[in-house]
């Protein structure tokens, strides 16, 4: 054989195995999600996605502070309400009584050096479930959703969040963002992350569950991408970077490696996101449960294919598993 197809040699030990990688895996890379609902003791089990639970904000210390322990260092916040007034403009959306808000204050004082991220959209407070305003034929008011959106990510912001993460794909709603923080002094004291390529998935469902917010009507293909958008999926990339997005974000995760792949060359200088979502999780865990494979093997190899396609962010529901898997 030619000398040069020899290549064995070169990953025989599990040191020159890793050094394979161009990055590793650590755990500051890793965003914890967590569904925050307003019964403040609550811990209500989500039979679709296993191990996740509802919180109360009263429980957040005795859930969270032996994952802080053990090196979690941020998470992002999902509100789940059940006892307020849905309506067309997501009014609990920023009630300041409500979870979100809540939880925030309660989690800056509880854990100084965790970093707080907060979902914001408004499915999860309109009445109709869609994640912006709507006309009255049922079509997003796009002008109306924007500014809603942009009111809740300064409230949130202004409780303490340290990042907000718009996913309802509104056109504009980046820039509207920004131009929010920035007039009101939070242009250099909290993050926009931006859900920029959310592609319209199948694998939304457990969250769907977990968050009440499934859309009453219709769907959501009028603001999510196709599955078969990598054009539209680039200039919706390359419009938020020019919008002042601190971080771009890729959702689902796995099925989209090339997508997180292009928003690497098109965002060479911002931090890249991706979320492995409620469905992929469940997907994982339901193939190990199955005996396909070992949970723990797959779930490395799914989040280190997406720090090899260039992730340098994971939001993953495996986040307090990892603590234990991961040495830093
Ligand atoms: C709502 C939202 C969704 C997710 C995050 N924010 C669902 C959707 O768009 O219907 C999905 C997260 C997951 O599946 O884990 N704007
Ligand atoms: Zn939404």
């Not at 009630?95 to 979902?119: E, M």
């Not at 996101?273 to 469940?282: D, I, K, L, P, T």
Request: charged fraction near 20%; include cysteine.
């Amino acid at each position: 054989m030619d000398i040069s197809s020899i290549l064995q040699g070169g990953y025989q030990h599990p040191l020159s195995r890793q050094w394979q990688g161009r990055r590793a895996l650590t755990k500051s890379m890793l965003m914890y999600p967590i569904f925050i609902t307003d019964d403040p003791d609550a811990s209500v089990e989500i039979k679709t996605l296993p191990g996740q639970r509802r919180w109360g904000v009263n429980k957040l210390e005795g859930f969270l502070g032996p994952l802080v322990q053990k090196g979690l260092s941020s998470v992002i916040l999902f509100g789940v309400p059940f006892k307020c007034q849905k309506d067309g403009r997501g009014t609990p959306a920023d009630d300041p009584q409500g979870p979100v808000i809540q939880a925030i204050h309660k989690l800056r004082t509880l854990f100084p050096s965790l970093y707080i991220a907060c979902d914001v959209c408004l499915c999860e407070y309109t009445s109709h479930g869609h994640c912006g305003v709507l006309n009255q034929d049922g079509t997003i008011h796009t002008a109306p959703s924007v500014a809603r959106i942009a009111e809740v990510a300064l409230n949130y912001a202004k409780a303490g969040a340290h990042c907000v993460a718009p996913s309802d794909m509104m056109d504009g709603r980046i820039k509207a963002i920004k131009r929010a923080l920035v007039d009101a002094g939070y242009g250099n004291r909290c993050t926009l992350m931006s859900y920029s390529a959310k592609f319209a998935s199948a694998l939304y469902g457990p969250f769907r569950d977990a968050a009440g917010s499934a859309p009453a009507f219709g769907d959501r293909k009028c603001y999510q991408l196709p599955p078969t958008a990598k054009g539209l999926a680039r200039r919706a990339i390359q419009r938020d970077v020019g919008e002042g997005a601190d971080i771009i974000m890729v959702k689902p995760a796995l099925p989209y490696l090339d997508v997180i792949a292009d928003a690497a060359q098109l965002a060479p200088d911002h931090p890249l996101a991706c979320y492995q979502v409620s469905g992929e999780y469940a997907m994982v865990c339901a193939g190990a449960d199955a005996g396909v494979y070992d949970l723990k093997v797959m779930a490395f190899e799914t989040v280190e294919s997406m720090v090899r396609a260039g992730a340098t962010l994971i939001l993953t529901y495996f986040a307090p598993q990892f603590m234990d898997w991961l040495d830093v």
